[in-house]
C-alpha cells in the first residue's frame, strides 16, 4: 500500500503554461509539505499544511498556490510555468501529535520539466 | 533557526569497505536528526533518526550514526557497504516542536565501486 503518492509522477510542458500536481497521504497524517529539488539535489521546503491550514509559506513565487480540500490531499498548481520550475517535486506528511518528532514521509516525487 | 551542513558532496568507496558521511548542525533549540537515503529516481526513505536518549542510533540496512552534542555532530557510518548502497544521502535537523519545518543538508553522493 501507497502511504504518500503523487500524481503525475513526470511532467513535461510548454512554458506559460498552467500545471498541478496531487499528493494524497493515506497515513492518517494531519501535517502535509511540498518540497523542491533542484538540478543539485538540494531540497527545500516550499509550502506545509496542518489540517488544511497554511503554516509554512517559504518564499515561493505566487505563481504557485498549493490547495488543501483535506488532511489527506494537498494540491500543487503552478501558473505560468518558467524554465526556473523545472525540478523534482516532493510532497511529505507528517503527525503534529508529541510521538511524531516531525518525522516526515515522502511520495516518489514528480518531475517537472519545463521546455 | 537550524541548518545543517554535509562537508562531502562525493563520497566514493569500494564494496565491504567501511564509510562514514558527516553531517554538523546547527541550532540554539534541542533538535531531532535525522539521515534520509534518497535511491536513484525515487522518492527519500528514512534510514535512521535521533530523538533523545542513546547517542548510537541503529537505522536500516546496518547503517548507523551517532550524535555528538559537544561537536555539534550526527555522522552516519557503516562497516561494510554493498553496491546496492549506492545513493544519495540527506542529513536534517528539526527543532523540538510539533510544527517545526525540516532542514535538509545539501546530501553526499555515496557511489560503491565493485
Known amino acids: 500500500d501507497t502511504a504518500v503518492s503523487q500524481t503525475p509522477k513526470y511532467l513535461v510542458t510548454q512554458m506559460g503554461n498552467d500545471k498541478s500536481i496531487k499528493c494524497e497521504q493515506n497515513?492518517?497524517?494531519?501535517?502535509m509539505y511540498w518540497y523542491k529539488q533542484d538540478s543539485k539535489k538540494f531540497l527545500k521546503i516550499m509550502f506545509s499544511?496542518?489540517?488544511?491550514?497554511?503554516?509554512i509559506n517559504e518564499t515561493v513565487p505566487n505563481r504557485f498556490s498549493p490547495k488543501s480540500p483535506d488532511k489527506a490531499h494537498l494540491n500543487l498548481h503552478i501558473n505560468s510555468l518558467e524554465l526556473g520550475d523545472s525540478a523534482v517535486y516532493f510532497c511529505?506528511?507528517?503527525?503534529?501529535?508529541?510521538?511524531?518528532?516531525?518525522?516526515?514521509?515522502f511520495g516518489p516525487g514528480t518531475r517537472l520539466t519545463v521546455l | 533557526a537550524q541548518s545543517v551542513t554535509q562537508l562531502d558532496s562525493q563520497v566514493p568507496v569500494f564494496e565491504e569497505a567501511p564509510v562514514e558521511l558527516r553531517c554538523n548542525y546547527s541550532?540554539?533549540?534541542?533538535?531531532?536528526l535525522f539521515w534520509y537515503v534518497q535511491y536513484p529516481n525515487q522518492g527519500l526513505q528514512l534510514l535512521l533518526k535521533?530523538?533523545?536518549?542513546?547517542?548510537l542510533v541503529k537505522g536500516i540496512n546496518g547503517f548507523e550514526a551517532e550524535f555528538n552534542k559537544s561537536q555539534t555532530s550526527f555522522h552516519l557510518r557503516k562497516p561494510s557497504v554493498h553496491i546496492s548502497d549506492t545513493a544519495e544521502y540527506f542529513c536534517?535537523?528539526?527543532?523540538?516542536?510539533?510544527?517545526?519545518?525540516?532542514?535538509f543538508g545539501t546530501g553526499t553522493r555515496l557511489q560503491v565501486f565493485p
Open positions: 511529505a506528511s507528517s503527525s503534529s501529535g508529541a510521538e511524531s518528532y516531525n518525522e516526515q514521509f
Open positions: 497515513l492518517g497524517h494531519d501535517t
Open positions: 499544511y496542518n489540517n488544511k491550514e497554511l503554516i
Open positions: 541550532s540554539s533549540v534541542s533538535v531531532y
Open positions: 535521533y530523538l533523545s536518549g542513546s547517542t
Open positions: 536534517a535537523v528539526s527543532g523540538v516542536g510539533n510544527t517545526d519545518k525540516l532542514i
